[in-house]
Each structure stands twice: as structure tokens, then as C-alpha cells.
């Protein structure tokens, strides 16, 4: 299931911030001692695509409509420049524009309720190239209350030949992504040499990688500002405990 609403949900985010914070300037006064041009702006993507080619996901050949589509949306009046924001929209509109199959991006408040779960489960296994070999999806709806948006939702699956469940509460259209704890608590015991790598896109969505712990490493070196982690909670998870 591939999600197509990075930039209204980000615009809309920014719009309502933009309107509580009383937020009125235009790009590119609003960027303070960040960017100070537009040429600036351009610069840090430019250095951001470079940087993902070196850590093997290239979308070098999709660099100017990144850009055009970047800084087009950052000039909007009231939208935060804060790097790691910005960088979130890098990596959300390599997802979007299909520049690279190595990226994951998903919206928790999801568009099919009924499914949530076994959906985001197929675009995982996507993003592995089948590795994950994730098979027998069975998504229960039976302790849902509908009406009151309340109860459980619990999913059933196979991961890499493991039988394997979760349950969350249900909050209607909002997924738990502590899913990707269970993924990778399976991948842990199986001995699997990957994880799934998360981050927020800063908003309501997650970016996920499917790499070892060293490429990890790697990534959160070359991108402090928005670092993956191996946990939805981004503490169960240390760098110094994957890095084995």
C-alpha cells in the first residue's frame, strides 16, 4: 500500500503551526542564521542527496525535481527550516517520487482501517525485497468497537518461517508503530543481520530503512539531525547495543 500524502499532511501541519504560533514571514526571511538564501537551501539538499548516494541510495538522477519540489514547498509563509524538518521532506519525497526503493514512508493515520496492519506489514516486506519472507497476514478485528473507536486490534503473520503476533488498543485511524518493535525483536532472535531503522518525518508519519546496525551508524553520523533508531520509542534500541 503506498501512501501519496507527504506534502499536503506536511503543509497542512505547517499551515495550523504557522496559524498558532502567529507565523507570517516568507522564505527566505524566516530562515534566521539557518538559510539566508536560497542558494543555501539548494546547497543542503544537494549535500543531503550526495550523502544518501554514499550510503547507497541514490537518487542523484531525481535531484532537481527534489529540489524544484523543496524549495518550492519551504517558501511557503511559516514553514519551519529546522533541519532535521527538512531533511524529513528529503527523505519523504524520495519515497514520494519514487527515487529510490530503499525507503519507506508511512503515514500512521492510515486511509484503511480494516487493514492497517497487514498493509504496512506488505510494504515491509516490499522495502526488504522479500527477505523478511513475511507470509499468512491475518489482521482480527474482533475486539474493535467501532462505534467508540476503542477495544484491540491484534495481527497475525510469519516472519522468516516464525509465527509471530501483535496487538495494540485501537485508536481508529492511527496505527501503533510499535509494530516495528515486534519485527524487530523477531529479527533479533532469529539472528537476522538487519533491522528496520525508523525515524519521524517530524509530523505524523515514519521513514523506515531496512540495513544493518553499522550502516545505521553510518546514516547517523552523516545526518545527526535526524538519527534512526531500531526501536518506535528510539531509546530500546542503542547504537551501542546493535553495533555487536
Not at 21 to 31: E, K, L, N, Y
Not at 33 to 46: G, K, P
Not at 87 to 105: K, N, Q
Not at 127 to 146: A, C, H, K, P, Q
Amino acid at each position: 500500500m503506498k501512501m501519496n500524502r507527504p506534502v499536503a499532511l506536511l503543509a497542512a501541519a505547517v499551515l495550523l503551526l504557522s496559524i498558532l504560533a502567529g507565523c507570517g514571514t516568507a522564505f527566505p526571511m524566516s530562515f534566521g542564521d539557518v538559510w539566508n538564501t536560497r542558494e543555501a537551501l539548494s546547497e543542503y539538499i544537494h549535500g543531503s542527496i550526495q550523502a544518501l548516494a554514499e550510503l547507497g541510495i541514490d537518487a542523484t538522477a531525481q535531484e532537481d525535481a527534489l529540489t524544484e519540489r523543496l524549495v518550492d514547498f519551504l517558501e511557503e509563509p511559516g514553514t519551519s527550516t529546522e533541519k532535521g524538518l527538512i531533511l524529513g521532506f528529503v527523505l519523504t519525497s524520495v519515497y514520494d517520487l519514487e527515487a529510490s526503493s530503499d525507503i519507506l514512508y508511512w503515514d500512521t493515520e492510515v486511509f484503511e482501517i480494516e487493514t492497517m496492519y497487514a498493509d504496512f506489514l506488505e510494504a515491509v516486506d516490499a522495502l526488504s525485497g522479500g527477505e523478511l519472507e513475511i507470509t499468512d497476514v491475518f489482521e482480527d478485528n474482533s475486539g474493535v468497537d467501532w462505534e467508540k473507536d476503542a477495544g484491540k486490534k491484534s495481527v497475525s503473520f510469519t516472519l522468516l518461517g516464525e509465527s509471530c503476533s501483535y496487538s495494540a488498543p485501537f485508536q481508529g485511524d492511527w496505527m501503533n508503530e510499535g509494530i516495528v518493535d515486534c519485527l524487530n525483536d523477531t529479527l533479533e532472535k532469529a539472528g537476522a543481520e538487519k533491522r528496520l531503522l525508523l525515524c519521524s518525518d517530524g509530523y505524523q508519519g515514519i521513514i523506515l530503512f531496512y540495513n544493518t546496525p553499522e550502516w545505521c551508524e553510518q546514516y547517523n553520523e552523516k545526518f545527526p539531525e535526524l538519527p534512526l533508531s531500531a526501536s518506535s520509542s528510539g531509546d530500546k534500541w542503542s547504537l551501542g547495543n546493535l553495533v555487536r
